[in-house]
């Protein structure tokens, strides 16, 4: 299956490791993939103070570290919603 969002994340980054854990209880496993931005130097001067990060990939809507299991949920499905239009 190809991943369908985005985790912009780091090592060692505790909050990035709580939105994955977010994204498998939302049931996402295996629809997203993890990008650890210091890999890609332009991911990480445009996200270094936003992650974690999670990026729709076809719409390119992203949503912004703080956010809540509640907010995840809502902007899932929006995202999913509007890549089938």
């Avoid at 993890?34 to 130097?41: A, Q, R």
Wanted: glycine residues 4%; contains cysteine; charged residues 20%.
């Amino acid at each position: 299956m190809t991943p369908e969002f985005v985790l912009y994340s780091t090592w060692g980054c505790h909050l990035c490791e709580k939105a994955e854990q977010m994204l498998l209880q939302a049931g996402m496993a295996g629809r997203f993939q993890v990008i650890d931005i210091v890999d890609h130097p332009d991911v990480f001067e445009q996200y270094r103070l936003l992650i974690p990060v999670i990026a729709c990939i076809n719409s390119k809507a992203t949503l912004d570290w703080p956010f809540g299991q509640e907010q995840l949920q809502a902007w899932l499905q929006h995202c999913v919603i509007k890549d089938l239009k």
